[in-house]
């Protein structure tokens, strides 16, 4: 690259440098520049909510669930989550969770961001929405970045979750009661 110029300000090699750098090593020192973000956060409850779905788990719950959504209010950062069997509860989990905190906060849902996966994309899904007026946005396919904030809660509650199972185990192994 240097020597066709295709890119500017690399710094000039010996021969003798050049013939150690390994090119499956550049390749594999390579990362990824953080993802800037939008730097502002909603003023109203519900203006954005952000949603995402994590599963399946190995183990089921003692209910079956394997799968939970979460979903987030930007301007609050509160968060509800729905435990679930299967991905495709999601459109119900969704219409309970608008009709409640609505009721609650007084405020109408008017975005929803999530990411590309298919339980967002059903017609009754995409029908409620258009309905209901909300809008919706998509994140890009494999870019879990641009839906920062309901991977980064995904991770919280997955590590939560860790830390009692755990402790739980410590307490049974030890033959402590809680």
């Known amino acids: 690259m240097l020597r ?20 499956a090593c550049q390749y594999g020192k390579q990362n990824r520049l953080p993802f800037p973000h939008e730097g502002h956060i909603r003023k109203n409850l519900l203006d954005l909510v952000h949603t995402d779905v994590w599963g399946p788990t190995k183990n089921a719950s003692i209910g079956g ?46 975005c929803l961001r999530s990411d590309g996966g298919g339980e ?20 890009c396919r494999y870019t879990p970045q641009q839906n920062g904030v309901g991977e980064r809660k995904n991770r919280t509650l997955v590590n939560i979750a860790r830390a009692l199972m755990t402790e739980k185990i410590c307490h049974c192994i030890t033959g402590l009661k809680l």
């Open 120 to 139: 967002y994309f059903s017609n009754e899904f995409s029908d409620f929405l258009c309905n209901q007026g909300i809008r919706r946005q998509f994140t």
């Open 65 to 110: 669930c394997r799968f939970y959504v979460t979903f987030i209010d930007d301007c609050s950062r509160k968060t509800w989550v729905y435990f679930m069997k299967e991905k495709s509860e999601v459109f119900d989990c969704f219409r309970k969770f608008k009709c409640m905190v609505e009721k609650q906060v007084g405020n109408r849902i008017k």
């Open 4 to 23: 066709k110029n295709v890119v500017v300000g690399l710094p000039k090699l010996k021969d003798c440098e050049m013939s150690k750098i390994c090119e």
